[in-house]
């Protein structure tokens, strides 16, 4: 039977010390592992402690801080939401525009300069993605939180100057949550048909519910790669923004009256997003 | 990495650019910059597409080279 010369590898995995040809134990892991859990429940305890001490001291003036701050978002929330779509305009138009440019010089230039605009052209377009989708967001909270938490504590009789102010007031808010998210929709979708123009390889219609299948069907290795760490990274924050979040609804709770329906909400978010998660993993393994 | 390449110098030498290179191999600008950066690793197939556009041995493109530890 032929002889198989095994290679050297550069094995990470070896548990061999070659300074001292000692075997590295295993179990100092796992007894350090343990450890710090115990350390980050106690320091959980500190933390929930000196909160509870504060807030008990303080929770009045939070409450109603906190009331005056929606009641202040309610009367001038058409404003700011206003002024954010403008601004979302204006910044959309321009890195549109850039885009273009940057394309442009792309394509007229040599070697080495046509490598440094096409890595721009790449940062920019995701920039131009990245707000139009954070934009939207930001003006749906914005908005929902500038509505009067019951209509019908609110005088909307616009017979009288108050109820029509209320009225216009009103109206064009909604006109401006419509109106801000079509048009992040159509920044997004101008910047994702100019990249497509710049590179015909990728597919998907923007407008479609399949486009993020088929737009991560026609990238090629490393764009995928790209997607999957980044996809990754965002999972791994978002599971730490949620325990903030579900800290801060039994805060709310306890102290400004905010129900259960947010820790439900937080709850159910927490795990589909967990097992959504774990169950593609397993699909995943299974299909190698 | 220990995945030495000189993608760059092939490329130079057949007198394109990232982009038109990414077109002839079927993948992205970026893909090719990150491979001559150093900063990814291509797969099998695109290795041996690059050495087909080049018409040269994928050794003469990519060569792996082994830490000082694994020679001892």
Known sequence: ?288 | MPLINHLKEHRARLGVNQSELGKMADVSRQTISLIERGDYSPSVTLALKLAKIFQVQVEDIFVYEEGEDDEE
């Open chain 1, 1 to 288: 039977m032929r002889k198989v010369k095994m290679m050297k590898s550069n094995n990470t995995y070896k548990n061999t010390d070659k300074k001292t040809n000692k075997t590295n134990k295993p179990t100092k892991k796992w007894n350090n592992s343990y450890t710090k859990l115990v350390l980050m429940l106690c320091l959980g305890a500190v933390i929930g402690a000196a909160g509870s001490i504060v807030l008990s001291f303080s929770g009045e003036e939070m409450a109603s801080f906190y009331s005056a701050a929606i009641h202040y978002l309610e009367k001038t929330g058409v404003f700011w939401v206003g002024g954010l779509v403008v601004i979302i305009t204006v910044a959309g138009i321009a890195i549109y525009i850039h885009l273009k440019r940057l394309w442009r010089k792309e394509e007229e230039s040599d070697d080495e300069t046509a490598d440094m605009w096409g890595e721009k052209f790449d940062f920019w377009s995701q920039l131009g993605i990245t707000v139009a989708n954070t934009s939207s967001g930001t003006i749906l909270i914005l908005g929902f939180l500038s509505m009067p938490s019951r209509f019908r504590n609110v005088d909307l009789d616009i017979s009288t100057t108050s109820g029509m102010y209320h009225f216009v007031l009103y109206i064009a808010l909604a006109a401006l949550l419509v109106g801000g998210a079509v048009l992040v929709c159509i920044l997004e979708i101008l910047i994702i048909h100019l990249m497509q123009k710049r590179d015909p390889h990728k597919q998907g219609d923007p407008s479609s519910f399949s486009f993020n299948k088929k737009w991560l069907e026609s990238c090629d290795e490393t764009e995928k790669m790209v997607i999957y760490q980044a996809g990754y990274k965002a999972y791994t924050r978002i599971q730490v923004m949620i325990l903030i979040a579900m800290i801060a609804t039994i805060w709310g709770k306890l102290w400004f009256d905010t129900g259960n329906f947010p820790i439900v909400l937080v709850g159910i978010l927490w795990i589909y997003g967990t097992a959504s998660f774990g169950i593609r993993k397993m699909k995943g393994l299974k299909n190698r």
